[in-house]
């Protein structure tokens, strides 16, 4: 392995310790933890070993950020809520030339950062976005599955629905989402190959998952990460659909929605506070987890295919953390060699990246269905022959 200094900002919250744990299980890098307590930053080096070390730094300290990113080869940025944090991280590491890994999925720093596209490619940087669980492994997922089991995929629907203690970044960042639909989901599905815009509380479904799920009602969102796959590869029909698994956190969701109680800092700080309390009501006698259901119609060897596939987490921070820790794997190591701004499935090799979560747990479950007839001879009978 290649000698490198990977700098967590935001290391001591529960992603960026499930990232630097990965990290230094399977590499021999040199793990820095920053963040605003070096009490707290201490704390976690002493549980995590020799490789970490600490560095007292701040967001909002331009010379303290650009300091820790100096100190780097590749800069992991796990603070939040990223509505906030912007691209403050972002830009120290293209300041100080270094790589850097955003696990969070803020499409406005991807757009922001397509300004910068000469200066990251001639600076030989590579900067991924969205490289979490969602967004992240949710869209590599269906890229992999459909690139290992059909020679063409015409159908897409596609499930998911989470469940845990939420804490005040990620309940932030998800009433931002609420009132800046199309920055990052958006109630939008493909229809004959065209894409086409959907309200988003009529959208809803009820589906019967499988367990431990069942019954929940889902509603159409759409990710722009999947987009490129979608149209490039001509797939005629997607529907996704996603929801918080549990009562109170859509109860929460639904309120904000309908009073916009998203317009200013102060309404958004509520907001993420009312879903913290409701997502711990939801957790009452309950255990976290997070479900990715898949279903995909195609073709394959000439011949009709349906495959189920179902991939369960039981932790949807260590989840996150692994899958930032990995891409920066891939970074350090070049096997990722691609120079400028990037969401995860623009770059990463989906059955490489599958193979090694795989190996960490994360399983999918698959079911098949193949078609009795072969399509060359049903497309021989429409054409006469």
């Given at each position: 392995?290649?000698?490198?200094?990977?700098?967590?900002?935001?290391?001591?919250?529960?992603?960026?310790?499930?990232?630097?744990?990965?990290?230094?299980?399977?590499?021999?890098?040199?793990?820095?933890?920053?963040?605003?307590?070096?009490?707290?930053?201490?704390?976690?080096?002493?549980?995590?070993?020799?490789?970490?070390?600490?560095?007292m730094v701040d967001i909002n300290d331009q010379s303290a950020l650009d300091a820790f990113c100096r100190?780097?080869?590749?800069?992991?940025?796990?603070?939040?809520?990223?509505?906030?944090?912007?691209?403050?991280?972002?830009?120290?590491?293209?300041?100080?030339?270094?790589?850097?890994?955003?696990?969070?999925?803020?499409?406005?720093?991807?757009?922001?950062?397509?300004?910068?596209?000469?200066?990251?490619?001639?600076?030989?940087?590579?900067?991924?976005?969205?490289?979490?669980?969602?967004?992240?492994?949710?869209?590599?997922?269906?890229?992999?599955?459909?690139?290992?089991?059909?020679?063409?995929?015409?159908?897409?629907?596609?499930f998911y629905i989470g469940r845990d203690r939420w804490t005040f970044?990620?309940?932030?960042?998800?009433?931002?989402?609420?009132?800046?639909?199309?920055?990052?989901?958006?109630?939008?599905?493909?229809?004959?190959?065209?894409?086409?815009?959907?309200?988003?509380?009529?959208?809803?479904?009820?589906?019967?998952?499988?367990?431990?799920?069942?019954?929940?009602?889902?509603?159409?969102?759409?990710?722009?990460?999947?987009?490129?796959?979608?149209?490039?590869?001509?797939?005629?029909?997607?529907?996704?659909?996603?929801?918080?698994?549990?009562?109170?956190?859509?109860?929460?969701?639904?309120?904000?929605?309908?009073?916009?109680?998203?317009?200013?800092?102060?309404?958004?700080?509520?907001?993420?506070?009312?879903?913290?309390?409701?997502?711990?009501?939801?957790?009452?006698?309950?255990?976290?987890?997070?479900?990715?259901?898949?279903?995909?119609?195609?073709?394959?060897?000439?011949?009709?295919?349906?495959?189920?596939?179902?991939?369960?987490?039981?932790?949807?921070?260590?989840?996150?953390?692994?899958?930032?820790?990995?891409?920066?794997?891939?970074?350090?190591?070049?096997?990722?060699?691609?120079?400028?701004?990037?969401?995860?499935?623009?770059?990463?090799?989906?059955?490489?990246?599958?193979?090694?979560?795989?190996?960490?747990?994360?399983?999918?479950?698959?079911?098949?269905?193949?078609?009795?007839?072969?399509?060359?001879?049903?497309?021989?009978?429409?054409?006469?022959?």
């Open positions: 392995m290649t000698n490198q200094r990977i700098g967590i900002v935001g290391g001591y919250g529960r992603v960026g310790l499930e990232t630097a744990r990965y990290l230094i299980k399977t590499t021999d890098y040199d793990i820095v933890i920053g963040g605003r307590s070096i009490r707290k930053a201490d704390e976690a080096a002493a549980n995590l070993g020799t490789q970490v070390s600490t560095r100190r780097c080869n590749i800069v992991i940025n796990c603070t939040g809520p990223s509505a906030v944090v912007r691209d403050h991280v972002a830009q120290a590491a293209m300041r100080e030339g270094v790589h850097y890994i955003d696990p969070g999925g803020h499409n406005p720093l991807y757009y922001a950062l397509g300004k910068k596209e000469t200066e990251l490619i001639s600076k030989g940087l590579t900067f991924l976005l969205a490289v979490g669980l969602m967004p992240g492994l949710s869209e590599v997922f269906p890229i992999h599955v459909a690139k290992s089991h059909f020679d063409q995929v015409n159908t897409i629907e596609y970044n990620s309940a932030y960042d998800i009433a931002w989402g609420i009132g800046n639909i199309g920055h990052g989901e958006a109630p939008v599905f493909y229809e004959n190959g065209q894409r086409k815009n959907a309200n988003l509380w009529t959208s809803g479904k009820i589906v019967n998952l499988p367990p431990p799920i069942g019954k929940h009602k889902l509603f159409l969102v759409f990710r722009e990460e999947l987009r490129e796959f979608v149209e490039s590869n001509n797939i005629r029909s997607v529907r996704v659909y996603g929801n918080n698994w549990g009562t109170w956190v859509c109860l929460a969701t639904m309120l904000i929605s309908l009073i916009r109680m998203y317009r200013s800092e102060e309404q958004l700080r509520r907001s993420a506070h009312l879903i913290v309390k409701a997502s711990k009501r939801d957790m009452k006698d309950k255990e976290p987890g997070f479900m990715l259901h898949l279903i995909l119609k195609g073709e394959k060897n000439w011949c009709e295919k349906k495959v189920v596939s179902t991939l369960f987490l039981k932790d949807t921070y260590r989840a996150t953390g692994v899958c930032a820790a990995v891409a920066a794997y891939l970074v350090g190591e070049n096997i990722i060699t691609r120079r400028g701004r990037f969401w995860l499935p623009q770059v990463v090799d989906s059955t490489h990246l599958m193979s090694i979560l795989e190996q960490e747990g994360y399983v999918p479950s698959y079911s098949h269905e193949k078609g009795m007839k072969s399509l060359g001879t049903l497309n021989e009978m429409k054409n006469g022959v």
